[in-house]
């Protein structure tokens, strides 16, 4: 049961980053960001598609690891940090367009809060998946 915890950690985290990615997608289709490329517009199909998208990779990726194959912890690591790119390109864009631009703008600084959140929950979820891992790894170099 115990090596069971640090299982439903990382599923509870790869959720929760998958909410963060979501709400980030839908909030930067509400923002003036949503101008900057065409099929980004609120309540569209393409929009759907992509939460779609990212919710059905985040899913299969999950029922897979939470199967016994420990060994997705890497393709989970690869979509991670996926998200990550894909949050720090929002971030810049939405520092751009507030300080460059000088567009204010409230849902902007919502992308901002969220891209910060979901590029906080990925570092926290290479960190668990990998850390005992290292640990393991460093405990039988020093026996």
């Known amino acids: 049961m115990e090596s069971e ?6 599923i ?5 980053s998958a909410i963060f990615l979501s ?13 900057t490329w065409p099929h980004n517009q609120f309540g569209s199909f393409e929009m759907w598609i992509a ?4 919710i059905f990779f985040y899913f299969a990726q999950l029922i897979v690891y939470a199967m016994g194959i420990d060994a997705m912890r890497y393709v989970m690591a690869f979509s991670c940090g ?3 790119l894909l949050s720090g390109a929002l971030l810049l864009g939405a520092f751009s367009s507030l300080f460059l631009i000088n567009v204010e703008h409230g ?3 919502t992308v901002l809060v ?7 929950t990925n570092s926290i979820w290479l960190k ?10 460093n405990n039988e170099y020093y026996m």
């Open 51 to 54: 939460i779609g998208m990212i």
């Open 5 to 10: 915890k640090p299982k439903i950690s990382l």
């Open 128 to 137: 668990m998946a990998f850390h005992s891992q290292m640990k393991r790894r």
């Open 23 to 35: 709400s980030t997608l839908v909030v930067t289709s509400l923002s003036p960001l949503s101008h």
């Open 114 to 120: 969220l891209c910060i959140a979901t590029i906080i």
């Open 82 to 84: 996926v998200g990550l």
């Open 107 to 109: 849902f902007i600084y």
């Open 12 to 16: 509870i985290v790869s959720l929760l």
